[in-house]
Antibody, heavy 121, light 110 residues
Framework: EVQLLESGGGLVQPGGSLRLSCAASGFTFSSYGMSWVRQAPGKGLEWVSVISDSGGSTYYADSVKGRFTISRDNSKNTLYLQMSSLRAEDTAIYYC??????????????WGQGTLVTVSS | QSVLTQPPSASGTPGQRVTISCSGSSSNIGSNYVYWYQQLPGTAPKLLIYRNNQRPSGVPDRFSGSKSGTSASLAISGLRSEDEADYYCAAWDDSLTGWVFGGGTKLTVL
């Protein structure tokens, strides 16, 4: 069964850091682009970042550029999101999602269940 | 404020046909594919339509997508109570070099 399992969320103070992980199973992880999408409480979906199958190409939303870093370890079938200089407005459920093909600009066909990040003092 | 514009709400009665619009610009919908996601209450989003009008395996043919110029639409025919959800459109934006989503449309089945 194709599955994505996020972890690493929690409560962090403003200005702090957190690293999210997304463990993939049931498919050839190294063959697909991967992405992070977040959803603030009661709000809509906001794309955060995407990485190509090899990790050689990465893209970020302007709202997180310079503060967040997406990466992947294809030997461990795991996607990461390193978040620093966190702000209250980063509070959200963070979903990892698999891209339907190897490209970064195609559908997110599989989604994880999400992990909640709360930025508060 | 979202780059793609969707109506905040839509409604219909069982069996009816409803459409949800998504308006963008030349840098996103006008030059790239449109995607639609369904998010049932308390769950993760699910891919509903990809590449303007393609349905993933398992998505009923009651759901259809179309695109014209810088706008797109999602149509749901034979409306059912289980279709009550939030629906989001999305597209790659060449100017922003990233994905953009619509603000979402909450569909209510009366």
């Amino acid at each position: 069964e194709v599955q994505l399992l996020e972890s690493g969320g929690g409560l962090v103070q403003p200005g702090g850091s957190l690293r999210l992980s997304c463990a993939a199973s049931g498919f050839t992880f190294s063959s697909y682009g991967m992405s992070w999408v977040r959803q603030a409480p009661g709000k809509g979906l906001e794309w955060v970042s995407v990485i190509s199958d090899s990790g050689g190409s990465t893209y970020y939303a302007d709202s997180v550029k310079g503060r967040f870093t997406i990466s992947r370890d294809n030997s461990k079938n795991t996607l990461y999101l390193q978040m620093s200089s966190l702000r209250a407005e980063d509070t959200a459920i963070y979903y990892c999602a698999k891209v339907i093909y190897s490209s970064v600009a195609d559908a997110f066909d599989i989604w994880g269940q999400g992990t909640l990040v709360t930025v508060s003092s | 404020q979202s780059v793609l514009t969707q109506p905040p709400s839509a409604s219909g009665t069982p069996g009816q046909r409803v459409t949800i619009s998504c308006s963008g610009s030349s840098s996103n919908i006008g030059s790239n594919y449109v995607y639609w996601y369904q998010q049932l209450p308390g769950t993760a989003p699910k891919l509903l339509i990809y590449r303007n009008n393609q349905r993933p395996s398992g998505v009923p043919d009651r759901f259809s997508g179309s695109k014209s110029g810088t706008s797109a639409s999602l149509a749901i025919s034979g409306l059912r109570s289980e279709d009550e959800a939030d629906y989001y459109c999305a597209a790659w934006d060449d100017s922003l070099t990233g994905w953009v989503f619509g603000g979402g449309t909450k569909l209510t089945v009366l």
